[in-house]
C-alpha cells in the first residue's frame, strides 16, 4: 500500500507542468473582451479598477474602442493587445483627445499601462498601424484550409488557462504552426484532428467558463498531455518521416499515461 502511494505522489509531481501558472488578478477587475474579425476571434485582456462596459473594433480603421465606466476619481489599468489583432505604432484617445499611456511591446501582446483621471463613462480609442497581421482573412481562405489556417486558438486550452496569452496555449499554438503545419502528414493529421475536436470542444469549453469545479477538472486532466507535448518543441521535425516517428512517439507516451497507468494501478489495489 505504501508503495502504490509513493507512485501517485510521483506522477503528480513528474506531470506538475512547471508553466501551469494562473494569471494573477491582483491588479484589480479582470475582463476578457472578444474581438471577432476577418473570421478570427481574439482576445483583449485588460485588468482594471473600472469596469469595461463594451467594445468596438473596426478593421478598416485599425481601431479598438473600449467603453468604461469608473466609480473612482483615480482610474488605474493594464490592457494586453494580441500582436496579430493590432500591431505597428500606436496612437491612444481618451475621450476624444489624445492620450499617451506606457506600452510596451514584444512578439505577442503590446501591453498597455493605463492611468487617468475621471469619474462616470470614459472612452478609449487604439488606432494602430497594422492589423491581423501575418493573417489571411478567413472569408478568402477554401473551406478546406479552415481548421489548419493560422492563428486559430485551442478553445478548451484558452477555456482552461482563462486566456489566449497563457503560455499553454502559447505552447500549442507554436506546435501547430512551427511544427505539423510545415509538412504534409502534420497538415493532414490537423484536418482529421479538428474535424472530431470542434465536434465537441465549444459544449466544453463553455461549460467550463459556467463550472469552476470542472473547469479544475479540466486542467488536471491536461497537465501530463500538455506536458508531454512539450517535448515536440525540442523535437527535429522537418519532414514527414520525423512528423511520423515523434507523433506516435508521444501518442504512445500518452496511451501509457492515460491508460497503461490506472489500469496498473488499479491492479495492484485489487491485489
Same mark, same amino acid.
Given at each position: #500500500? +505504501? ?26 477587475? /479582470? ?8 473570421? *478570427? ?11 469595461? &462596459? ?47 499611456? +506606457?506600452?510596451?511591446?514584444?512578439? @505577442? ?13 470614459? +472612452? ?7 492589423? %491581423? ?13 479552415? =481548421? ?6 485551442? %478553445?478548451?486550452?484558452?477555456?482552461? *488557462? ?6 499553454? &496555449? ?5 506546435? @501547430?504552426?512551427? +511544427?505539423? #503545419?510545415?509538412?504534409? *502528414? ?9 474535424? =472530431?475536436?470542434?465536434? =465537441?470542444?465549444?459544449? &466544453? ?12 477538472? /479540466? ?5 501530463? #498531455?500538455?506536458?508531454?507535448? =512539450? ?5 527535429? #521535425? ?11 512517439? &508521444? ?6 499515461? *492515460? ?8 491492479? @495492484?489495489?485489487? @491485489?
Amino acid at each position: #500500500m +505504501k508503495s502504490i502511494l509513493f507512485l501517485s505522489l510521483l506522477l503528480v509531481l513528474v506531470f506538475t507542468p512547471v508553466f501551469g501558472q494562473l494569471l494573477s488578478d491582483k491588479t484589480g477587475l /479582470v475582463n476578457r473582451l472578444d474581438v471577432e474579425t476577418g473570421g *478570427y476571434t481574439f482576445e483583449v485582456e485588460t485588468v482594471s479598477n473600472f469596469d469595461i &462596459v463594451n467594445h468596438e473594433f473596426n478593421k478598416d480603421e485599425k481601431r479598438l474602442t473600449i467603453f468604461i465606466n469608473s466609480g473612482l476619481e483615480n482610474n488605474l489599468g493594464e490592457l494586453l493587445i494580441p500582436q496579430t489583432l493590432l500591431s505597428g505604432n500606436f496612437t491612444f484617445y481618451l475621450n476624444d483627445v489624445e492620450y499617451s499611456p +506606457k506600452i510596451k511591446s514584444n512578439d @505577442r501582446i503590446s501591453f498597455v499601462t493605463l492611468n487617468f483621471t475621471g469619474i462616470g463613462n470614459n +472612452k478609449i480609442d487604439v488606432f494602430a498601424t497594422e492589423t %491581423l497581421s501575418n493573417m489571411e482573412d478567413k472569408s478568402e481562405v477554401d473551406d478546406s484550409e479552415e =481548421f489548419t489556417s493560422k492563428g486559430g486558438g485551442c %478553445l478548451i486550452a484558452t477555456a482552461t *488557462y482563462g486566456t489566449e496569452l497563457a503560455p499553454q &496555449v502559447q505552447t500549442l499554438r507554436e506546435i @501547430r504552426d512551427e +511544427k505539423l #503545419m510545415k509538412t504534409e *502528414y502534420g497538415k493532414s493529421f490537423l484536418n482529421l484532428f479538428n474535424n =472530431f475536436y470542434y465536434s =465537441f470542444s465549444p459544449l &466544453v469549453s463553455d461549460y467550463e467558463r459556467e463550472n469552476p469545479i470542472f473547469k479544475e477538472s /479540466v486542467k488536471l486532466f491536461l497537465t501530463p #498531455m500538455l506536458s508531454s507535448l =512539450f517535448i515536440l518543441n525540442y523535437a527535429q #521535425m522537418d519532414n514527414d518521416v520525423q512528423v511520423l516517428a515523434v507523433g506516435s512517439g &508521444v501518442i504512445l507516451l500518452n496511451i501509457g499515461m *492515460y491508460f497503461a497507468v490506472p489500469v496498473v494501478l488499479i491492479m @495492484r489495489l485489487k @491485489r
